[in-house]
């Protein structure tokens, strides 16, 4: 029993399926990787009990076997080979891969209690285009919240109704919200993905047709040869609508890079405890302040920009600032403001047909240094 496959191609697969690979677990087992093949078919599993993935590849074989190996050395190996054919012989008490070059020998158990593709029961579908939901999914997941007290927030809110399916994640200083506004439903209906499976399935998704079958505890999605299984957050999402301010008077429109640059620098500047940086509006312009009482450092940057409003300075956190810009995709923005109190909204000045982003980013007292 044996099949052929390049290595190339080989690390492909083991790639995909290995975020579900726990690096420590007190269950051993699931440290493998299932490997199947047959009928000119090869296919990989992993397990970690929270996702499930399944990938599969056309290949040469000869016969058919099911064994698992362990994943992170498999994918240790593959990758040390570079560019080469690999045929994969399995005898009675190991795996045998011969390439041009060598012979090497690997232990492998059976599959018996091994959890395989998990089977869950859904009874909505949801189909949408793989570069679409990627699009909005990495959009969202850096703010994410990080706090495990906080389990609704720890994963992205998929808000299905009938003005379009909106992508929303929040760690209650930030928020982002991803509107694909074409994609329509006449019942409403909302799961919230864990970060951890958004993360995953970012990396799976190319091109063609995403199928995204759920209930209220679990989702199944198919995509091109992959397939992954994971539980959902039952944990009710807070109401984010509240919190976006309907009427933003202030407006200010500014590149991106050169703003993202100057708070970098106020990062490196800020007083690491408090991290406030001090945007100060003007027709013209902006002007971003920040000090360190402690160390006595200081700085002040103006960056080129058009506003229309109300003269004001508001406070950030500087990471969190930095963070929203790293992660909003454009050239130029448009921030709206209400006042030094109220949250800011950040919008791509460009975006696309039937499609609608924006960031949210609370304040941060002026007094806090």
Same mark, same amino acid.
């Given at each position: 029993?044996?099949?052929?496959?390049?290595?190339?191609?080989?690390?492909?697969?083991?790639?995909?399926?290995?975020?579900?690979?726990?690096?420590?677990?007190?269950?051993?087992?699931?440290?493998?990787?299932?490997?199947?093949?047959?009928?000119?078919?090869?296919?990989?599993?992993?397990?970690?009990?929270?996702?499930?993935?399944?990938?599969?590849?056309?290949?040469?074989?000869?016969?058919?076997?099911?064994?698992?190996?362990?994943?992170?050395?498999?994918?240790?190996?593959?990758?040390?080979?570079?560019?080469?054919?690999?045929?994969?012989?399995?005898?009675?008490?190991?795996?045998?891969?011969?390439?041009?070059?060598?012979?090497?020998?690997?232990?492998?158990?059976?599959?018996?209690?091994?959890?395989?593709?998990?089977?869950?029961?859904?009874?909505?579908?949801?189909?949408?285009?793989?570069?679409?939901?990627?699009?909005?999914?990495?959009?969202?997941?850096?703010?994410?919240?990080?706090?495990?007290?906080?389990?609704?927030?720890?994963?992205?809110?998929?808000?299905?109704?009938?003005?379009?399916?909106?992508?929303?994640?929040?760690?209650?200083?930030?928020?982002?919200?991803?509107?694909?506004?074409?994609?329509?439903?006449?019942?409403?209906?909302?799961?919230?993905?864990?970060?951890?499976?958004?993360?995953?399935?970012?990396?799976?998704?190319?091109?063609?047709?995403?199928?995204?079958?759920?209930?209220?505890?679990?989702?199944?999605?198919?995509?091109?040869?992959?397939?992954?299984?994971?539980?959902?957050?039952?944990?009710?999402?807070?109401?984010?609508?509240?919190?976006?301010? #309907?009427? =933003? &008077?202030? $407006?200010?429109? %500014?590149? /991106?890079?050169?703003?993202?640059?100057?708070?970098?620098?106020? !990062?490196? +500047?800020?007083?690491?405890?408090?991290?406030?940086?001090?945007?100060?509006?003007?027709?013209?312009?902006?002007?971003?302040?920040?000090?360190?009482?402690?160390?006595?450092?200081?700085?002040?940057?103006?960056?080129?920009?058009?506003?229309?409003?109300?003269?004001?300075?508001?406070?950030?956190?500087?990471?969190?600032?930095?963070?929203?810009?790293?992660?909003?995709?454009?050239?130029?923005?448009?921030?709206? #403001?209400? =006042? &030094?109190? $109220?949250?800011? %909204?950040? /919008?791509?000045?460009?975006?696309?047909?039937?499609?609608?982003? !924006?960031? +949210?980013?609370?304040?941060?007292?002026?007094?806090?240094?």
């Amino acid at each position: 029993m044996q099949f052929t496959i390049n290595s190339i191609a080989f690390d492909k697969l083991i790639t995909k399926v290995l975020p579900a690979v726990p690096l420590r677990t007190p269950m051993p087992i699931l440290e493998n990787i299932l490997v199947e093949f047959g009928d000119g078919e090869l296919t990989l599993t992993a397990n970690d009990h929270e996702v499930a993935i399944s990938v599969k590849d056309l290949v040469t074989c000869d016969g058919s076997a099911r064994f698992i190996v362990k994943g992170k050395l498999l994918s240790d190996f593959v990758k040390s080979l570079g560019d080469t054919q690999i045929r994969v012989v399995i005898e009675e008490q190991r795996i045998v891969m011969k390439t041009d070059v060598g012979h090497y020998n690997f232990n492998y158990a059976s599959p018996e209690n091994f959890p395989g593709f998990s089977r869950i029961a859904t009874d909505k579908t949801l189909e949408v285009d793989a570069k679409l939901l990627k699009k909005a999914l990495q959009s969202a997941v850096f703010a994410v919240s990080k706090d495990s007290a906080r389990v609704a927030m720890t994963g992205v809110l998929i808000d299905m109704k009938e003005d379009g399916t909106h992508f929303v994640a929040t760690d209650a200083h930030k928020l982002v919200k991803f509107s694909a506004t074409a994609l329509k439903h006449d019942e409403p209906m909302a799961i919230v993905m864990p970060g951890k499976t958004v993360n995953i399935l970012t990396k799976l998704l190319e091109d063609g047709t995403v199928i995204l079958s759920y209930s209220t505890s679990g989702m199944l999605i198919e995509t091109g040869s992959a397939k992954l299984v994971s539980r959902l957050i039952e944990h009710k999402f807070p109401e984010y609508s509240a919190v976006i301010p #309907l009427d =933003s &008077p202030n $407006k200010l429109t %500014i590149s /991106k890079a050169p703003f993202a640059s100057a708070t970098r620098r106020m !990062l490196l +500047l800020s007083n690491k405890n408090f991290q406030l940086v001090k945007v100060t509006l003007d027709k013209e312009e902006i002007l971003l302040n920040t000090e360190d009482q402690e160390s006595g450092s200081k700085a002040d940057e103006s960056v080129p920009a058009n506003y229309i409003g109300e003269k004001f300075t508001i406070g950030f956190k500087t990471e969190s600032l930095l963070d929203l810009l790293n992660n909003i995709n454009c050239d130029d923005m448009v921030v709206e #403001l209400v =006042s &030094p109190a $109220k949250a800011a %909204i950040f /919008k791509p000045l460009k975006q696309d047909e039937n499609e609608d982003l !924006l960031m +949210l980013l609370m304040p941060t007292r002026l007094n806090t240094l």
